[in-house]
């Protein structure tokens, strides 16, 4: 298993740009979620979804669009890029029943935006 | 609301010594608290967690964390602390009666076991 995989590693935006993170996992996990880290602020939740076709918004899910189309594939959309979501955004998965319930994360994209 | 707090940016310890992280929660019905750790330029990894059942829960890497429901804590324990334990360390908590799944992290507590 690959387990949970994001692209890109890192990626320099100008302000107003749009792009994709990409998400994927292979453990047929139904809970997908996406966070940003920011320094002492932890990690923030900014949407996540229970299943294909069924998304909520997190803590902070301004700026960011997300959709699920597929069990496998959570992409998170960027609509036009701002300075303020310079972070690194992680992409986590599970399973979501009561002893299976254990996050997996991604190696994380760094996003920078100029 | 729920919320999560970690009162410690940084936790020096000498290698040997038993270490603790403190994690305290708010939670308005019944929590879930994991424990993860993450290492430079790494995701998150998961420790532990506390689901139901037994206060004291054994991880990985032989760390160990004890619910405690009455002062809302769920702290991070290591009888011998080893220099390779030295990461970042992040406490959830999710509420399970709220009828949603959201997660919420703590700020995160540097931990450094010293030679």
Known sequence: NAGVTQTPKFQVLKTGQSMTLQCAQDMNHEYMSWYRQDPGMGLRLIHYSVGAGITDQGEVPNGYNVSRSTTEDFPLRLLSAAPSQTSVYFCASSYSGRRQETQYFGPGTRLLVL | ?115
Request: glycine content about 8%; charged content about 15%.
């Open chain 2, 1 to 115: 609301a729920q919320s999560v707090a970690q009162p410690e940016d940084q936790v020096n310890v000498a290698e040997g010594n038993p270490l603790t992280v403190k994690c305290t929660y708010s939670v308005s019905g019944n929590p879930y608290l994991f424990w993860y750790v993450q290492y430079p330029n790494r995701g998150l990894q998961f420790l532990l967690k506390y689901i139901t059942g037994d206060n004291l829960v054994k991880g990985s890497y032989g760390f160990e964390a004890e619910f405690n429901k009455s002062q809302t804590s769920f702290h991070l324990k290591k009888p011998s602390a080893l220099v390779s334990d030295s990461a970042l360390y992040f406490c959830a908590v999710r509420d399970t009666t709220s009828g949603t799944y959201k997660y919420i992290f703590g700020t995160g507590t540097r931990l450094k076991v010293l030679a």
